[in-house]
């Protein structure tokens, strides 16, 4: 049968399932074994549930955790470099899908670290710019998804890009990126290690993938590792980093207030700044019939993350269901079973006589869920953090979306998407206005019929940018040369 778990076992067991007042209890018994670790306490402090009864009570969370963190900045916690991957310290990963300005707590989070003084960027004036892209494990894949094709194109004779990632990592991106073009540096799992192989590859700057998904990729921008530090769109909120010089983002996505949003300089480019690759589905795809969708029914879909799923978003479900006798609305099932427990026990609280027609559906390999999402009448792109990956998906089969931009990026970008094709007729100006779109979408196979042939015609400059590599040439470039000067 094996042992029982230990206390470190037993709290991350705890933390997936969401039971945070187990796993503090948890963490309450490491510290007595293990009394000067003080960022066991820090992480317990700010422990985050994946899913909120109600938007009330995101506020009441996100108060109480800006006031733990204040009074752990006055405390100036000893950071033991070996033992960060162990206690996996970073701020809150969900905090992005709360719907509100992550700014003050990054901001107050990196503060507790602000006496930390690691080391200085290496002085680096070659021919060519050398740009490292940092991106820690297991998040290869989808930065690849997601970077792959400007990699493969950045300018050989003024650039030399590296992929810095882990060794399993390095297997992942050998095979897809043009070797005579981009180079690939394997940097070991412990923080500081990592820090001392990437300083040591003198890099101009250093494009950080995702900051705040993990302890590396979060502690990493601390070393000043290049004189210019960036990150962009693959955690799409500021890193709240002093050390963090630049958030690459695009004026189709940004609001006009967007660089209160940011601690770090908000370069804006005029187009999407990703390369992506138009899919198709296979010859074989499963059918409709294949989901048990029957004809009668209306099929509504939101593709999306559990965590995603605002309370805000649960009006706009119900009023749908309302409206439409014969909708049902699709949700994947969440990876760790109790999440999906939880939202649909929301939904059961929040609309008792409609949450029958909510239909959590299993996770699907990559191929059968585009079948799913030719399959559905509409798609429904979540409020305050929408689509990305998704949103690609979903045009490249010509498939609407109905969208309600939010107020930051993260929630903004399917309608930075039809932004760029010209379309406004799925962007919603307000909840009202987005049910009518996703009723009129599932009841009027004209109007519908419409819409996928506009964005048929209207979609291609969404795939295969080579003006997204271009900006990031003149970027990199620009904000080099600014370093060099100063």
């Known amino acids: 049968a094996g042992s029982p778990p230990t206390a ?3 709290r991350i067991i705890h ?3 969401g039971e945070l007042r187990e796993a503090v209890a948890c963490y309450q018994q490491i510290q007595k074994t293990v009394p000067n670790e003080p960022l ?7 422990l985050c549930p994946n899913v909120f009864p109600n938007a009330e009570q995101i506020d009441k969370y996100r108060a109480q955790l800006l006031e733990n963190l204040q009074r752990f900045s006055q405390r100036n916690l000893p950071v033991d470099l070996a033992k960060l991957p162990i206690l996996g310290t970073g701020p809150p990963y969900d905090l992005q899908f709360h719907g509100r300005d992550d700014r003050p707590i990054k901001e107050a989070y990196a503060e507790i670290f602000r006496g930390w003084r690691p080391g200085e960027a290496p002085q680096v004036s070659g021919k060519r710019y050398r740009i490292g892209f940092v991106v820690t494990d297991p998040h290869e894949p989808i930065f690849l998804k997601c970077m792959r094709g400007v990699l493969n194109h950045l300018d050989a004779n ?3 890009p590296v992929v810095i990632c882990s060794p399993a990592g390095a297997a992942m991106v050998r095979p897809v990126v043009n070797s005579d073009v981009v180079d690939v540096l394997a940097i070991p799992d412990r923080v500081d290690q990592a820090a001392e192989r990437i300083r040591g590859g003198n890099f101009d700057l250093l494009y950080y993938w995702e900051v705040g998904s993990g302890t590396a990729n979060y502690f990493l921008p601390f070393f000043r590792l290049a004189r210019v530090q960036c990150t962009g769109w693959g955690l799409p909120v500021t890193s709240g980093i002093p050390q963090m010089d630049y958030f690459l983002s695009s004026d189709l996505v940004e609001p006009e207030d967007a660089d209160s949003h ?7 480019a005029s187009t999407l700044l990703t390369y992506q690759y138009r899919m198709s589905l296979p010859d074989r795809v499963k059918t409709r019939e294949h989901f048990g969708f029957t004809p009668d029914r209306h099929v509504y879909a939101c593709l999306q993350q559990t965590q995603k799923l605002h309370p805000d978003f649960d009006p ?14 699709v949700i994947p099932r969440d990876h760790h079973v109790m999440n999906t427990a939880r939202l649909g026990s929301r939904f059961a609280a929040q609309m008792p006589d409609l949450a029958e027609r909510i239909l959590f559906v299993p996770q699907q390999a990559y191929f059968d869920y585009l079948g799913l999402v030719a399959a559905v009448d509409v798609l429904l792109d979540s409020p305050h953090f929408g689509g ?3 949103t690609y998906d979903a045009f490249s089969l010509s498939q609407p979306i109905v969208t309600l931009p939010g107020e930051f990026r993260r929630g903004r970008f399917t309608a930075a998407c039809y932004r760029k094709m ?3 007729q799925c962007v919603a100006s307000d909840p009202e206005d987005y049910v009518r779109i996703a009723l009129t979408l599932a009841n009027e196979p004209d109007y519908r019929a419409a819409a996928v042939k506009e964005i048929r015609e209207a979609s291609p400059p969404l795939f295969e940018d080579l003006e997204a590599v271009g900006q990031y040439e003149r970027i990199f470039e620009e904000l080099i040369e600014k370093a060099r000067a100063r």
């Open 40 to 46: 066991w306490a820090l992480r317990a402090a700010t």
């Open 422 to 424: 010209g379309i406004t």
């Open 15 to 17: 933390e997936e399932r």
């Open 262 to 268: 940011y601690r770090e300089r908000l370069v804006r």
């Open 8 to 10: 470190n076992g037993q």
């Open 388 to 390: 990305g990956l998704t």
């Open 158 to 160: 003024r650039f030399e």
């Open 316 to 329: 706009i479900l119900a009023e749908i269901l309302r409206r439409d006798e014969a909708a049902v609305i």
